[in-house]
């Protein structure tokens, strides 16, 4: 009895500990080539078709309670004439290190054995932690049960759970197109090759600017942008070791413009 | 409760269920009804997931998409990777067909007008009814002579949706089939037309260019084929087959999305985007950039668009000017392009021949990297009557010569200015009919309303435009079985001929819209040989079709086009756009452009798009105005104050945005929202900024110009928050999105891939 109760507190104690696993089955990884993204929020879109995502409401968007899991922030520099504006698709960025997974009193989020940054809604009492502790603003809480208007609930994929109120959500990287992909190799006698998982956003971006694989497969499209000089991860001094690998964009300052 | 009365219960309820069940096995046999999910209809696996492929209808762009069925439902819409336009991706819009399909506020069946015009207080009626109620309406008029008197108001459309409509009219024989939308780009095919005489649009190959300069076009976001052009967008910047990474200057007076992106924003003044391109163009011939033969001739028609004189009418300094120049010159393969912020001024034509001109110069007519000449889709060509806009209703309206109207997909009294009365003109007509799917402003003004499937439920096919220098034909097939009691476009016409007599019936030769288009197809397929290389019968080159979503073959476009002096010297602009209101009593330009997610007001009741912050502003759910932050200070306007919008046609309120991508001297406003019907999620919601506009049709292309007058800022007072979702725009200095200059970029040499 004492050994199962040990083996237990070992399991729960490696999800809680970053860093525990030392081997990954894949490392999920997201390239996003700034260069490319225009900033026109197709991605935003697919993201709430793909992950039954309930539209909030005028009222609730001035109290910033928005659901999207995936946004296009825009930063203005300069003023008139010369102003210069970035955009930057955030999504979860399934740190390796991540702060909120430390966080979360009920294990209801932890690390999986693919790299990701899961959140089991049934586990979730909604105490608002991870949300706090995390430095991206990707964790999206339901503050009520939304509804749809029928029949637009017909639209609702049964491939994915609709949240109720008091559980924290955010991206989960598209697990269950993840999970059908693995399936499907399975079935096939396979293992899963490079462009086998493609997120809604990823495969929706009309520039290219996503790009989505395992980064522990060397021939990877990931592994391969990983490795150019232009890579950089979002707040990295913070040391979450993100999923989500950025590329910087072009832009000249000053004389350049205008 | 005692043992023996429970007993006595069970009993009695026992009884009870056993002759309910009697009598409903006798009322209906098993299986009447209900079917065991044993026998599970066709493609029907739970759980699982089966694509099928058809047409993107939300633009006019054409992209062929995938769409998920799972139990007969439509769950997701994608981009169909194998299609030449979209390549897999898609856009905003396109993706939300999902939510008119599904929307609360659909049609559920005909309807017929209770009570005053524009109330929307309609009762439904049957299909039998409406159908005899049109039938009998359009018989009398063939039969009294004056057939010529039902118009037929559609967006455009192309394909075999067209053909039949075409033939039901010319059956009917009547002429009057007007094609309109806000957005038709007819000053682009009106300047193709004059200068190069091509009617296509042509195909701008963004992806292979070198150096581009867009005037006003907000390829991005809504311009002609944003789905297309974003991706050669991306190739431009990071392509991998590129030796180096293309540049991108947009000229606009107000920064768009693909302004944010560009390298280099020229803030043109209103309206002289036409003379800023033509002082290039001038250059490039003074500076010996262009060696044509013609040079001389060219330089003598551009003499008066000298760079120092165009700088005092555009705000760009002669120095910019030349520079523009020497580099869009310098660096093959160069493009322009004008889109819809350059083309809806009163010179909106002028500046599309002046792009023209400019990639003539260039040498980017016909050449990759650059323009790349389209030619007619299968079906011949389909040209735009440019005779034939919505002014050409309304006159005729106003001259009792309608006396029947046909409403497709349109929405003319929330695309019009309050300016045209269009809403009185149509008072005139004795009787509408509309096939919309929603009541929309015009739809209530109906009498008779007879819903047509949407297009996720119907068939049809309809050609690329712009295409990719290759016909494309996308197939649009059903996806799922019709959510409300609605029918088909093409059927609804088919039942009609029947109902109307005259011989209509037997030029149309089919029973239903599905045999019409396949027996199309197969005309088409007899015809020209070539597009199954022979080694398919028709109906496995059918099947084929409908799998992969259409039929195209990749091909080198050939056809090539050059400016010619005369058609160029038709075009040059004889003043500088028009904008009504002097300057003293209306110190601000406006400039209006297509809402990212609402293109011209047709997407506003969906939800998502209303939830989808605007890429510029992150407002959600509602208008505002976009004002310089130095203008707003000066008039003490504060973001999410109220501010009042006065043109000499009319006044809006709505709250203040601080924009500082805007010049000072304009305010701007996007088109989509305010509209007094369409339903519970963009019923009064926001302001239609088209109200304010004064109504002037350009008599050579038929299109009323959107950026024509200017406005006075009057501070209604504080208001109360914005609904947006930004927070702070300013990075200061947390290094969110890092960039690195081209020189640095240079130096990192060829990239791993």
Redesign the interface.
């Known amino acids: 009895m004492d050994g199962i109760f040990k083996r237990i507190l070992e399991r729960l104690r490696a999800y809680r500990v970053p860093g525990y696993y030392e081997k990954f089955d894949h490392k999920w990884t997201m390239v996003v080539?700034?260069?490319?993204c225009?900033?026109?929020?197709?991605c935003?879109?697919?993201c709430?078709?793909?992950n039954n995502i309930p539209?909030?409401?005028?009222e609730q968007?001035?109290n910033?309670r928005?659901m999207s899991w995936i946004?296009?922030?825009?930063?203005?520099?300069?003023?008139?004439?010369n102003?210069k504006?970035?955009?930057?698709p955030i999504m979860c960025q399934h740190c390796s290190k991540a702060p909120c997974e430390t966080a979360c009193p009920v294990y209801a989020t932890y690390h999986n054995q693919d790299g990701l940054n899961v959140q089991v809604y049934n586990r979730c009492v909604g105490t608002f932690t991870c949300a706090t502790y995390c430095p991206y603003d990707v964790r999206r809480f339901n503050w009520f049960t939304y509804k749809w208007?029928?029949?637009?609930?017909?639209?609702?994929?049964?491939d994915v759970t609709v949240r109720e109120m008091g559980v924290m959500e955010k991206c989960t990287f598209c697990i269950q197109r993840i999970r059908a992909a693995k399936d499907r190799a399975k079935d096939e006698e396979r293992t899963l090759k490079d462009g086998d998982v493609i997120p809604?956003c990823a495969?929706?971006?009309?520039?290219?600017?996503l790009s989505f694989g395992d980064l522990q497969d060397p021939n990877s499209?990931v592994s391969?942008?990983a490795?150019?000089?232009?890579r950089?991860r979002?707040?990295e001094e913070l040391n979450t070791e993100p999923s989500v690998i950025?590329l910087?964009?072009?832009?000249?300052?000053g004389d350049?413009?205008? | 409760m005692k043992r023996r009365d429970f007993l006595k219960f069970i009993g009695v309820g026992g009884a009870g269920a056993g002759l309910g069940f009697i009598f409903g096995r006798a009322q209906k046999p098993p299986g009447a009804k209900l079917i065991p999910y044993l026998i599970p209809p066709e493609d029907i696996i739970p759980g699982a997931a089966s694509w099928y492929a058809t047409l993107c209808t939300e633009c006019g762009a054409g992209c062929g998409v995938l769409v998920k069925i799972m139990e007969e439902r439509a769950k997701k819409i994608e981009g169909n990777p194998l299609h030449p336009v979209n390549k897999g991706g898609l856009c905003s819009r396109g993706q939300a067909a999902l939510q008119a399909l599904y929307n609360p506020d659909r049609i559920k069946g005909p309807l017929k007008r209770r009570g005053a015009r524009g109330s929307a207080d309609f009762v439904e009626v049957s299909w039998d009814e409406a159908l005899d109620v049109l039938g009998q309406k359009l018989g009398e008029l063939k039969k009294t002579g004056f057939a010529e008197k039902l118009w037929f108001l559609t967006a455009p459309l192309s394909g075999h949706r067209l053909k039949l409509l075409t033939t039901f009219m010319s059956a009917h024989s009547s002429p009057n089939l007007v094609q309109y939308e806000l957005f038709q780009h007819r000053e682009l095919a009106y300047a193709n037309q004059t200068t190069m005489g091509i009617e296509e649009i042509p195909h701008y190959d963004i992806a292979n260019t070198n150096y581009m300069l867009s005037f006003g076009a907000d390829f991005s976001g809504t311009w002609l084929s944003p789905v297309n052009f974003s991706r050669g967008y991306g190739e431009m910047r990071q392509g991998r087959h590129r030796k180096n990474r293309g540049r991108l200057v947009q000229i606009e007076p107000r920064l768009s999305l693909t302004g944010a992106n560009a390298d280099e924003w020229v803030p043109v003044r209103p309206g002289s985007e036409a003379i800023l391109a033509l002082s290039i163009a001038y250059t490039m011939v003074e500076r010996g950039y262009y060696r044509g033969g013609d040079a001389s001739a060219w330089r003598s028609l551009l003499s008066s668009y000298r760079p120092s004189e165009a700088a005092l009418a555009t705000d760009i300094s002669a120095e910019k000017i030349e520079e523009l120049s020497k580099k869009f010159a310098g660096s093959k393969p160069a493009l322009a392009i004008a889109g819809d912020g350059a083309l809806s001024y009163t010179s909106g034509v002028s500046c599309a021949a002046a792009v023209n001109i400019l990639n003539h110069l260039a040498g980017s007519i016909g050449v990759k990297g650059g323009m790349l000449i389209n030619s007619g889709g299968l079906l011949g060509k389909e040209r735009i009557d440019f005779k034939k806009g919505i002014g050409s209703l309304l006159d005729a309206a106003n001259s009792s010569k309608v006396d029947a109207l046909i409403l497709y997909n349109t929405n003319p009294l929330y695309t019009t200015p309050k300016a045209a009365n269009a809403k009185e003109s149509l008072n005139k007509i004795p009787f509408i009919v509309s096939l919309s799917g929603f009541i929309d402003e015009t739809t209530a003004m109906a009498d008779l309303v007879l819903p047509a499937h949407h297009p996720l439920e119907d068939w049809g096919d309809g050609f690329a435009s712009p295409s990719v220098g290759y016909p494309v034909t996308t197939v649009m097939q059903p996806m799922v079985s019709p959510v409300n009691n609605t029918r088909g476009f093409g059927d609804i016409f088919l039942a009609l001929a029947s109902k109307m007599g005259g011989g209509v019936k037997e030029r149309l030769k089919s029973d239903s819209f599905e045999d019409y288009l396949k027996s199309g197809w197969k005309e088409l397929y007899n015809r020209n040989r070539g597009l199954s290389a022979g080694t398919l019968g028709f109906e496995d080159f059918w099947k084929k079709m409908l799998a992969n979503g259409g039929w195209w073959r990749e091909a080198e476009p050939k056809r090539q086009a050059a400016v010619s002096l005369k058609g160029a010297k038709q075009m040059l602009p004889s003043r500088p756009a028009v904008f009504e209101g002097n300057e003293k009593e209306y110190p601000f330009y406006l400039v209006l452009y297509p809402h990212h997610g609402f293109g011209d007001g047709r997407h506003a009741n969906l939800p998502w798009m209303q939830e989808l912050p605007d890429p510029m502003t992150s407002v959600t759910w509602g208008s505002c105005l976009e004002v310089n932050p130095k203008t707003a200070s000066g008039l003490g306007i504060k973001e999410g104050d109220f501010v009042e919008v006065e043109s000499p046609f009319g006044s809006i309120t709505l709250q203040a945005y601080l924009y500082p991508g805007i010049r000072p001297d304009m305010v701007a406003v996007a088109i989509g929202q305010g509209h007094t019907h369409f339903g519970r999620y963009a019923k009064d919601r926001g302001v239609n900024p088209i109200d304010i506009l004064p109504y002037k049709e350009d008599p050579r292309t038929g299109s009323v110009a959107l950026n024509s007058t200017r406005v006075k800022l009057v501070h209604m007072g504080t208001g109360e928050k914005l609904a947006k979702t930004e927070g702070v725009t300013r990075e200061l200095g947390r290094n969110i999105v890092q960039t690195i200059t081209s020189e640095e970029f240079k130096k990192m040499g060829k990239e791993v891939i």
């Open positions: 080539d700034l260069d490319r225009n900033g026109c929020e197709a935003v879109t697919a709430y078709a793909e539209v909030v409401g005028k968007i001035n910033s928005q946004r296009i922030e825009r930063y203005v520099d300069g003023e008139y004439p102003v504006v970035k955009f930057i208007d029928k029949p637009l609930d017909e639209q609702l994929t049964p809604a495969q929706s971006c009309p520039t290219g600017a499209m391969k942008l490795k150019s000089p232009r950089y979002l707040l950025y910087k964009r072009i832009m000249d300052n350049e413009s205008h």
